[in-house]
T-cell receptor
Framework: SQTIHQWPATLVQPVGSPLSLECTVE??????LYWYRQAAGRGLQLLFY??????ISSEVPQNLSASRPQDRQFILSSKKLLLSDSGFYLC?????????????FGPGTRLLVL | GQNIDQPTEMTATEGAIVQINCTYQ??????LFWYQQHAGEAPTFLSY??LDGLEEKGRFSSFLSRSKGYSYLLLKELQMKDSASYLC?????????????WGLGTSLAVNP
C-alpha cells in the first residue's frame, strides 16, 4: 500500500529565516505530487505540482519554491520567510494512471512564522 | 471563472441525516470529489463522482448532476466523530486535469 510522509510536523521560524519542508511517498512510482497551503479558517491553496523529476508547475507567485530531486521526493523551500507564510502545509500525491486523479494527503506541517 | 460554493457551517443531531450541498461553475469537468477534514488534520478522501447519479459507500452517499453543476454528500446515522469539515473539489479537464479546484469546506457540528 502507498504511504506519504511529511516532516517536520510543526515548525516555528523567525521572519527572514529559510525553510525546507520534505515530503516522500512510498509504494508507488511516478506519482503526481502537490504542495498546498491552508491558512487558518481558509480553503486549500495549490502552491506547486509536479508530474515528474525536475518538473515543477507554480500556481501562485510568491517567495516559495519547490523541487523534485527524486521520483518520490518533493521539497518546499523558502530563502526568507514572511509572516504571511504561516499556515498548514500539505503534500499530496495522485496516481498517474487510474484512481480518477484522487489525491491523498500527508499528515501536514504546521508552520508558524514569528 | 472557477467557483465552488458550499455552505460555511451546518449543525445536526447525533443519529440524524444531513445533506451537504455543493454547486460548481468550472471551465472543465472531469469528476467531483468529497473529502473529510477533522480539525488539525489532513483531508481524507471520501467519494468520487464522474457520472450523474448516486454513489453509496456505507453511511456516506454522494450525488452528482452535471447538467445542474450540483452535488451533495449525504451522511446517515450521524455520529459525534462525523464532526468535521467537508470539502468539495472538482477535477479540471484537458491539460489541467491533474489539478483539483477546491471549495472552502462546510464545517459540520454533530450535537448529542
Amino acid at each position: 500500500s502507498q504511504t506519504i510522509h511529511q516532516w517536520p510536523a510543526t515548525l516555528v521560524q523567525p521572519v527572514g529565516s529559510p525553510l525546507s519542508l520534505e515530503c516522500t511517498v512510498e509504494g508507488t512510482s511516478n506519482p503526481n505530487l502537490y504542495w498546498y497551503r491552508q491558512a487558518a479558517g481558509r480553503g486549500l491553496q495549490l502552491l506547486f505540482y509536479s508530474v515528474g523529476i525536475g518538473q515543477i508547475s507554480s500556481e501562485v507567485p510568491q517567495n516559495l519554491s519547490a523541487s523534485r530531486p527524486q521520483d518520490r521526493q518533493f521539497i518546499l523551500s523558502s530563502k526568507k520567510l514572511l509572516l504571511s507564510d504561516s499556515g498548514f502545509y500539505l503534500c499530496a500525491w495522485s496516481d498517474t494512471s487510474g484512481s480518477f486523479g484522487t489525491q491523498y494527503f500527508g499528515p501536514g506541517t504546521r508552520l508558524l512564522v514569528l | 471563472g472557477q467557483n465552488i460554493d458550499q455552505p460555511t457551517e451546518m449543525t445536526a443531531t447525533e443519529g440524524a441525516i444531513v445533506q451537504i450541498n455543493c454547486t460548481y461553475q468550472t471551465s472543465g469537468f472531469n469528476g467531483l470529489f468529497w473529502y473529510q477534514q477533522h480539525a488539525g488534520e489532513a483531508p481524507t478522501f471520501l467519494s468520487y463522482n464522474v457520472l450523474d447519479g448516486l454513489e453509496e459507500k456505507g453511511r456516506f452517499s454522494s450525488f452528482l448532476s452535471r447538467s445542474k453543476g450540483y452535488s451533495y454528500l449525504l451522511l446517515k446515522e450521524l455520529q459525534m466523530k462525523d464532526s468535521a469539515s467537508y470539502l468539495c473539489a472538482v477535477r479540471d479537464s484537458g491539460g489541467n486535469n491533474r489539478k483539483l479546484i477546491w471549495g472552502l469546506g462546510t464545517s459540520l457540528a454533530v450535537n448529542p
